[in-house]
């Protein structure tokens, strides 16, 4: 069986979404393990509620970024993981993560890259940022993960239209529920059956 790992800080709407699409059938695969640095992150009680291995792994008692990293790859690699699948994890991954799971990070981001990403774009600031632009669409992104923020191969993305009404709360709703939600269970899923290729740094699916 495919098996995912998950790293979270936050809500874990995210997370809810795969677990929802893992339980439905609709991937074929089995999340073991979810790990948060914030130990009252609201995440790690989704996996508990369904009895997914939930775990706290604090950065500060790491010590170093170094140390921290070389705990996540043991922790993932003693359960074989074949996806790390980033959920809202915020903190920033350097080589001795990325390197030990080349190709098998993936993580979310709510704009339409290259618009409105890279260091310090997350959370509301996103949103706030597009609406200040005054783009007419923005959306999420589905990407794998390299040494730089938001800048790894493309696997899915959707558009979700910005209402002149919009606020950045109302509109990071509306990039979760329409786009999020959908395009994160999708990407897992091409991925499991192995739908994807990378070919300089361009995802390929193999199934159109
Ligand atoms: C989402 O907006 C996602 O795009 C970003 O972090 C947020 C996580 O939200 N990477 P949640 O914890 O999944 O609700």
């Not at 890259?113 to 609406?131: D, M, Q, R, T, W």
């Not at 558009?159 to 002149?164: L, S, T, Y």
Request: with cysteine; hydrophobic share 45%; aromatic share 8%.
């Amino acid at each position: 069986m495919f098996k995912i790992g998950v790293l979270v800080s936050g809500g874990g709407t995210n997370l809810q979404a795969i677990i929802d699409a893992v339980e439905s059938g609709y991937i074929n695969a089995e999340i073991v393990s979810v790990v948060s640095n914030r130990s009252k992150a609201y995440a790690l009680k989704r996996a508990e509620n369904k009895g997914i291995e939930a775990v706290f792994i604090s950065r500060k008692q790491a010590g170093s970024a170094e140390a921290y990293e070389r705990a996540l790859v043991k922790h993932f690699k003693d359960r074989k993981v074949d996806l790390i699948v980033l959920a809202g994890f915020m903190v920033i991954l350097g080589p001795t993560f990325i390197n030990a799971f080349e190709n098998k990070i993936i993580n979310i981001h709510p704009s339409l890259i290259p618009s409105f990403c890279g260091n310090g774009f997350y959370g509301l600031k996103v949103h706030e940022e597009a609406l200040k632009k005054g783009v007419k669409v923005t959306g999420a992104t589905v990407h794998f993960v390299n040494a730089k923020a938001d800048d790894g191969p493309i696997i899915l993305q959707k558009a979700v239209e910005v209402k002149d009404s919009d606020s950045a709360e109302s509109l990071q709703k509306r990039v979760m529920e329409e786009a999020e939600w959908k395009i994160y269970p999708e990407a897992i899923k091409l991925i499991s059956e192995n739908k994807l290729i990378i070919e300089n740094n361009i995802v390929r699916r193999l199934d159109r």
